[in-house]
């Protein structure tokens, strides 16, 4: 939530310091050892059953990175973006996937679909398509 309300500070003041503060955040919220593996995986709720938290966290984030991505022109934090939202597809979309079916565990393996596992993935979907085709800052 803090890194969302950063960015939406700086669209409104454009104050280049609310915008440094808010990639530090980024950075500090992919490499985080209390819900990352260190590899990129978001792992915030690994083996979660049920609707909870977790499944909301991972989508707050991954919104949040997505309009950092397009608030920057900082091509640093754009490729960290990009390659932390493309590592969770890539697990969403090869290890949590029956067809059209997501799993809320995107990380795998597919259990089973849930409203709540097509809620995350959804938003994940979302912010693969835009890392992946915006190629300037708006």
Known sequence: MYLGALVS????SGDARVL???QQVAFAAMETPYWTDG????TDGRG????SDGAGFRSVLVRALVRLYQATADDDVRAEVRGFVNVNFNLLYTRARAGDDFDVNWFGPFTEPTPW???VAVDLLAAAVVVNTQKSAV
């Open 39 to 42: 590899n990129g995986t978001i």
């Open 48 to 51: 979660m059953a049920g609707n």
């Open 20 to 22: 440094a503060e808010a």
């Open 9 to 12: 500070l700086f669209r409104a």
């Open 117 to 119: 596992g097509q809620f």
